[in-house]
């Protein structure tokens, strides 16, 4: 099993969408049939939309970590009938790596006696679920790409770094 670990670059990341993009220094060796997981995400949150600072602790929003260029056989059923028409993401295929259940948002104060708050998303799942890579053959690995979205697929502004930890396991019958 390997662990890969993604931070994302603070000056692109303050105030900017919670995408991370890491090119590694040596190729990462991927087995055929591997399978991926999430190990744990932390990110501090600006805003989505128009909701910002203590409102975002009045919303209960589950979230969904996106694989950007990895395939995974996933598959997203939301539909907002509101926008349909315009909605690219709704019933379509999509590389879901984990969904965040709602209330995983804490309002954390910056210091001690502060009154400012940072509004961060910390979450490592009691079981990682892995998924299957659509990998027949090994590849090598030197960029991979994360987004975190809404359920709806809204852009999350963040306002600090985020990091992800991934976990990919090779098949039992190939060697580590």
Request: aromatic residues 8%; without cysteine; glycine residues 6%.
């Amino acid at each position: 099993m390997r662990l890969i670990i993604l931070a994302s670059d603070e000056k692109d990341n303050l105030g900017g969408p919670a995408t991370i993009d890491n090119t590694f220094n040596a190729d990462i060796k991927i087995e055929a049939n591997s399978k991926i997981a999430l190990s744990s995400i932390t990110t501090e949150i600006a805003s989505w939309g128009d909701v910002s600072g203590s409102d975002l602790m009045l919303e209960y929003e589950d979230y969904i970590v996106e694989l950007l260029n990895l395939d995974v056989d996933t598959y997203y059923g939301y539909t907002n009938t509101s926008s349909a028409s315009t909605n690219p993401i709704n019933g379509s295929r999509r590389n879901i790596l984990a969904t965040i259940p709602a209330g995983q948002l804490a309002k954390v104060s910056v210091g001690p006696g502060s009154s400012t708050y940072e509004y961060r998303l910390r979450w490592t799942p009691a079981n990682p679920i892995f998924l299957d890579l659509s990998n027949k053959k090994p590849f090598s690995l030197r960029n991979l790409a994360v987004r975190l979205t809404r359920y709806d697929g809204e852009t999350i502004m963040l306002d600090g770094l985020m990091f992800i930890n991934i976990l990919v396991k090779s098949p039992p019958h190939s060697l580590e």
